[in-house]
DNA sequence: CACCTGATTCGACAAACGTCAACATAGACA
DNA sequence: TGTCTATGTTGACGTTTGTCGAATCAGGTG
């Protein structure tokens, strides 16, 4: 195929998306578009699996793991690499590969941004 | 179905699944059931309609709000009702009847628990 | 009582999701 | 070069989810 493909890294338009999107629920409703932004995010950790593949990078030394760290969730591999994907889909995980392995990172301003929106009273 | 400690404020299932579920996500990593329990609740947010009534309420003066103030979201009247359990089931929200309309408001711990686990550093 | 309105439940269906086995790709090393 | 290990991708399958129309329940009013 072709070699010239691009990396998702983290797509721009979800970089900037998350960033400012975000004012408390208790402060106004949110609009339909906020609403898919946000819900997506929160999708992302809608999984008990991919749950548990994020705090186990979160609480992680060093705040980042490698993918043979935290492969023991009790599902295949693939199975493991699809929710990674998904996560950083989400923006909530990057990841990087040095040699042979392939670390994740959680990525503070859109785990904050979320938080920011739960803070009820 | 009632377990040891049942906080008063909140419904029995409610209570034992939310109550002594949530370190920060930094902390350390999750067991495999409070990432079951955890990831039921995000998943109550996970939806874009859900979120919307969720803000809706949690936006409304007094902190509550009757189902006919934010029924108007894109989808039928069903589609709401069946939302508003989800979220309630979640324990979200709660619901009471007045009179002809039924109101739902906040569940303030609940949120809260689920805003600590995103407190990263 | 009958009638009306607000809200939930039921039944069905398409779309999305989680999962795995098989295959593919990337890097290390001999 | 070839082989081994570590991740990612593909394709398929069963389950779950979101949605609606129709039916039902609950409460107020005449």
Redesign the pocket.
């Known amino acids: 195929?072709s070699?010239t493909k691009v990396l998702p890294l983290l797509e721009p338009e979800a970089a900037e998306a998350v960033a400012p999107c975000c004012p408390p629920l208790t402060e106004r409703a949110l609009s339909a578009e906020e609403a898919e932004r946000t819900a997506a995010m929160f999708?992302a950790l809608?999984?008990?699996?991919?749950l548990r593949l994020f705090s186990l990078v979160a609480s992680h030394e060093g705040g980042e793991a490698?993918?043979?760290d935290i492969?023991d969730v009790?599902?295949?591999?693939?199975?493991?690499?699809?929710?990674?994907?998904?996560l950083k889909e989400a923006g909530l995980l990057a990841?990087e590969?040095r040699?042979?392995?392939?670390y994740y990172r959680v990525e503070p301003s859109v785990v904050a941004a979320m938080a920011q929106m739960l803070k009820i009273a």
């Open positions: 195929m070699n999708k809608s999984d008990p699996v991919r490698c993918v043979c492969s009790g599902v295949s591999q693939p199975t493991v690499s699809h929710h990674l994907k998904k990841s590969r040699g042979t392995w392939v």
